[in-house]
């Protein structure tokens, strides 16, 4: 088995036919000849010593020439046992976690040899791999060593190593990790019967009537199946002492007696201690005490800081509240054991719901600023699920719906008939926010205004304030026709507003920036000489970088500021020919966009800031339209692509 799957089916197709044409494997595969030229120079370089090699004859193509049958066969039935028995192998971050649990679960050095020979890599690219891996083990203190004719290990503490495994070699981001066993996970423990652990871990957890999500309760199995492996090979761990409840003792015990009868092992108290951590984070189980009032009090600062900031009135919420208090909780009970609780959908989050992502990060952060009670990504992305529902809820109380003032000097029976009649016909799409005479209508002041988007009216009304029509009050079929026309016509000005925010003058096509905080400073400095933001803008967009990534994928950056503090909404863009690093992960990768929107949102425009996000994340899940951006060699053609998907 090849690295990955093109170069796997490239050799099966050679080894098929007597000759294979480079153009007919660049046609199949959908590459380029010279792409086919290194993925032969790679094949070769894993065939070196297994008695073949391909090889190009002109002008007929590439062949496999067999230089030592029996070791050529050998190779093949390894090849089919690895298909048939390894992991998924088919990008270089799937090699390098299986090369990771190897040395992780190995007792002694491995050669380089078997590693590569397991793997099927070549020499250069298992030492590309080792500088990836060395930079993984360090954040785990963990420490590689090499010796000459013996191959590498991995020394560390059994804690770091388990940790290292949990959360670098177990995927938990993937749909099988919650509907059942992936077969990576029974290779990675061949001797434990994760069903098993499955069965009895239920059976305890119901007999004292514990509710655990799908994902916590495989979060637990997990943990176990890694203590069993691990015990089994005489590898310990150790717990510093540390005050536990009773209860949950009594279930823990309970658990390993079972364990230690099935597998005929001995579970240390070290151990015993590790699994109670693990149950106390994944079935929240109170087993520390956290002040509660403290809490309620903070996270109610936090929703101030969300209303200050976005406009956004959620301190009222009571379903908010409360699933934030229990949420918040169990987090900071998992910080207290100095355990982090991971996040699978994290990228999922940010991604679909980057708007409430992003006023979570930046007012829970500001309010739980003191260890251990802070707060990271992942922690932040939970949160962001909730305030995301209780947004839903506040812009379903009318910000999406058409607001409606209704207008009728026919009297009261006139006005129900016109009601009724507008419920039937556009019922979901409109809220009627007040029914008025015209008297009443005229002497509205322009704060009371802003609380509805049109007035439809029995009369004609002389006043350009809002967007109004004229109708029947008893709404005839022409009547309905023409409100359905006015609400089209609002969202054609709508959008053609949202296009608004983008300016010739703020549009910058580049050839090449030196680095990411040029290009912010640059962006920033022409928003400030068009009077739309403050000299401190840049502070503010520099501050928020620091908090975490901006980049919301391989292509695509959306900067801005903490707040919402600019005098006008505009976006400035910036299209880059060549990619820029924006990043570094926590392997050291570095991670570049070629476009990049820094916002600038007046904090009065509410609606501008959903739009806007929500047209973000338009770009952000349509990689074609991001290709397209990227082509726009003029702010013509990139307002035309973006215009399309601009929401109303």
């Not at 007929?60 to 029996?70: L, N, Q």
């Not at 963990?142 to 013996?150: A, D, M, T, V």
């Not at 908090?547 to 801005?560: P, V």
């Not at 929500?614 to 003029?634: F, G, P």
Request: glycine share 4%; hydrophobic share 40%.
């Amino acid at each position: 088995m090849f690295p990955y799957g093109r170069l796997n089916d490239i050799f099966n197709d050679i080894k098929k036919h007597d000759y294979v044409s480079p153009d007919r494997l660049a046609d199949k595969f959908h590459v380029t000849d010279r792409t086919i030229r290194g993925d032969i120079q790679e094949i070769n370089g894993i065939l070196n010593g297994h008695g073949a090699r391909v090889k190009l004859k002109r002008k007929f193509g590439y062949y496999v020439e067999i230089t030592d049958p029996p070791a050529y066969e050998h190779f093949q039935e390894r090849m089919e046992a690895a298909l048939a028995e390894s992991m998924e192998l088919d990008s270089s971050e799937d090699r390098i976690r299986y090369i990771l649990s190897m040395l992780l679960f190995a007792s002694d050095y491995i050669p380089l040899e078997q590693i590569m020979d397991t793997v099927f890599i070549s020499k250069n690219t298992l030492s590309n791999y080792i500088r990836t891996l060395k930079r993984i083990l360090d954040k785990y203190g963990l420490e590689y060593i090499s010796k000459p004719n013996l191959g590498i290990k991995v020394i560390g503490s059994e804690k770091d190593k388990r940790r290292c495994i949990m959360e670098r070699v177990i995927t938990s981001d993937n749909d099988s990790y919650l509907t059942g066993f992936a077969k990576e996970e029974r290779l990675l423990f061949p001797e434990v019967d994760l069903d098993y652990l499955k069965k009895v871990t239920l059976d305890e957890l119901k007999k004292r009537s514990i509710d655990i999500s799908d994902y916590n309760l495989k979060n637990l199995i997990i943990h176990l199946a890694l203590l069993i492996t691990r015990v089994k090979s005489n590898h310990y761990i150790t717990v510093e002492s540390i005050e536990t409840d009773c209860s949950i003792m009594a279930i823990i015990n309970s658990l390993c007696g079972e364990i230690e009868a099935h597998y005929g092992i001995a579970i240390s108290k070290g151990e015993k201690l590790y699994m109670y951590l693990h149950m106390v984070t994944n079935t929240h189980m109170e087993a520390t005490e956290i002040d509660d009032e403290w809490l309620r009090r903070s996270i109610g600062e936090a929703l101030e800081i969300i209303y200050k900031n976005y406009n956004f009135d959620l301190r009222a919420d009571k379903a908010l509240l409360s699933n934030l208090f229990r949420h918040m909780k169990s987090i900071f009970i998992s910080k207290s054991f100095g355990l982090n609780i991971r996040n699978p959908l994290l990228n999922t989050i940010k991604n679909n719901y980057s708007l409430a992502f992003e006023i979570s990060l930046t007012a829970f952060t500001q309010v739980f600023d003191t260890p251990p009670f802070t707060l990271n990504e992942e922690d932040v992305g939970y949160v962001a699920v909730h305030v995301c529902a209780a947004i839903e809820v506040f812009f379903s109380k009318g910000l999406k719906k058409k607001k409606v003032f209704l207008v009728c000097g026919n009297g009261l029976a006139a006005l129900r008939m016109l009601e009724t009649r507008l419920g039937m016909y556009f019922d979901g799409q409109i809220n009627i926010v007040r029914t008025l005479s015209c008297n009443e209508y005229m002497d509205l002041c322009e704060e009371s205004l802003k609380e509805a988007d049109c007035t439809i009216s029995t009369s004609p009304l002389n006043d350009e304030r809002l967007p109004s029509i004229t109708v029947d009050f008893a709404l005839k079929n022409k009547d309905i026709e023409s409100i359905a026309r006015f609400f089209t016509a609002i969202d054609a000005a709508e959008k053609e507003k949202k296009s608004g925010f983008f300016e010739e003058d703020l549009f910058f096509r580049l050839h090449h920036v030196s680095g990411k905080e040029e290009l912010l400073t640059m962006l920033c400095r022409r928003l400030k000489e068009k009077g739309f933001v403050e000299t401190d803008f840049i502070d503010s967009v520099l501050e928020r970088e620091k908090l975490g990534r901006t980049n919301m994928n391989e292509l695509f950056a959306l900067a801005h500021p903490m707040s919402l503090c600019a005098r006008n909404t505009k976006v400035a863009v910036a299209i880059l020919e060549k990619p820029l690093v924006w990043n570094r992960d926590e392997c050291g990768q570095e991670e570049t966009v070629q476009i990049v929107f820094l916002l600038a949102i007046n904090q009065e425009m509410q609606k501008d800031l959903v739009h806007l996000y929500d047209s973000m994340i338009e770009i952000v899940n349509n990689s074609k339209l991001q290709q397209r951006l990227i082509s726009s060699d003029s702010f013509e053609k990139f307002i035309a692509e973006l215009h399309a998907i601009l929401p109303v």
